[in-house]
């Protein structure tokens, strides 16, 4: 029975080993995606007050050149029941909220079916990983420790890779109107365990010009602008 047992692990570690080269071609490591709302919402009309801070846009897996995979391979039936039985889905709503769509379901399925199913973890692993990592990532305190507020002013694209490079790895910008820093994407290995340096290439594949800055105001769906106090 021990002996079996052995084998069995092993075939399991096998296959899994085997599927993700087969299922995943090119999958390389994770870009855990932090937006900053007032500008994401500027691209994607937001319905949902956001909160003023960083928050997780999606974790997704990429190839070594920093290029999104997209391949749907990985489906999985009855995705929205999986997700709504996620035990710590009460959490997620708080690491992973949905500003553009007032359903969150509809939304995870959405960064599942374009993102999720192009990495080798099921749903729920997948879901808890996304959940995880966002826990121990704080960008708002970390670049307000380095004197960088969302306040409008602007400060050299470096100061933001300097800010944060110890403490998550060298990140890669996006931004909007090359001025207005977007999104925030940290590294994340293939285990997605821990926080890596994204290499050069993607680096290098920045929508930010030099000066960047981030603005405290939202603009919502509605017109409506919207700034917390
Ligand atoms: C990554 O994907 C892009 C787009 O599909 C492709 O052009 C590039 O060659 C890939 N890089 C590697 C190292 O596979
Ligand atoms: C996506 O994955 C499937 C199954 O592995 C494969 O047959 C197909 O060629 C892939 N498509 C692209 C665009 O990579
Ligand atoms: C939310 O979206 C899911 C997935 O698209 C859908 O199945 C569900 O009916 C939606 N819920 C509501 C209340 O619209």
Redesign the pocket.
């Known amino acids: 029975m021990g002996i079996s047992f052995l084998i069995s692990f092993a075939l399991f570690f096998s296959c899994i080993a085997s599927g993700t080269a087969q299922k995943n071609p090119g999958f390389d490591h994770f870009w855990l995606v932090q937006s900053w709302p007032p500008v994401y919402c500027l691209k994607y009309p937001c319905k949902n007050n956001p909160p003023l801070d960083f928050v997780l846009h999606g974790l997704w897996p990429v190839n070594s050149s920093g290029h999104t995979l997209k391949n749907s391979s990985h489906k999985f039936d009855d995705l929205?029941t999986t997700i709504e039985n996620l035990p710590f889905i009460e959490e997620l709503k708080s690491n992973w909220p949905s500003l553009a769509s007032t359903?969150y379901?509809?939304f995870w399925?959405h960064e599942w079916d374009n993102h999720g199913s192009g990495q080798p973890l099921d749903p729920p692993d997948y879901f808890l990983a996304a959940n995880r990592l966002t826990k121990n990532v704080d960008l708002l305190s970390t670049l307000r420790r380095n004197g960088i507020l969302p306040d409008g002013t602007s400060h050299p694209i470096t100061d933001y890779v300097d800010a944060t490079k110890d403490i998550y790895g060298y990140p890669r910008l996006t931004c909007v109107h090359r001025y207005l820093l977007k999104e925030v994407n940290l590294c994340v290995d293939r285990q997605a365990r821990n926080f890596i340096s994204c290499n050069h290439k993607e680096r290098g594949s920045t929508t930010c010009g030099k000066n960047i800055n981030f603005p405290r105001s939202v603009k919502m769906a509605n017109g409506y602008i919207w700034t917390e106090v």
């Open positions: 929205e359903n379901t509809s399925k």
